[in-house]
């Protein structure tokens, strides 16, 4: 059993930046695709961005692709989401995911362990 805890949210001005981090026990997950997702109040979760078990392929949706990366310390168990440019479309909670199949097929679905979630708040 994976146990993944967020920290790094809080409250920012838009254009300001927030760096997440996601700390992985119970057991290694340098073999595992990691990922964030969001929701906002009153939305379903949506997909942020992945990465693969070596860092080696990312991807981003959309709304954030260009300002936000994402990015792995296996030695440390930890994979991060560097947040910059925030807009106060950004505000959410923030949960770091864990998903031991195949990167290419990351979705919702798949999702084998959630963090409990951190809120980001962008005030414009």
């Known amino acids: 059993q994976v146990k993944l805890v967020e920290s790094g949210g809080g409250l920012v001005q838009a254009g300001g930046s927030l760096r997440l981090s996601c700390a992985a026990s119970g057991r290694t997950v340098s073999s595992w695709a990691m990922a964030w997702f969001r929701q906002a109040p009153g939305k379903e979760r949506e997909f942020v961005a992945g990465?693969?078990?070596?860092?080696?392929?990312?991807y981003y949706s959309d709304p954030v692709k260009g300002r936000f990366t994402i990015s792995r310390d296996n030695a440390k168990n930890t994979v991060y989401l560097q947040m910059n440019s925030l807009k106060p479309e950004d505000t959410a909670v923030y949960y770091c995911?864990?998903?031991?199949?195949?990167?290419?097929?990351?979705?919702?679905?798949?999702?084998?362990?959630w963090g409990q979630g951190t809120q980001v708040t962008v005030s414009s």
């Open positions: 995911a864990a998903d031991s199949g195949p990167f290419r097929l990351l979705r919702l679905s798949t999702i084998d362990s």
């Open positions: 990465i693969n078990w070596n860092g080696g392929s990312t």
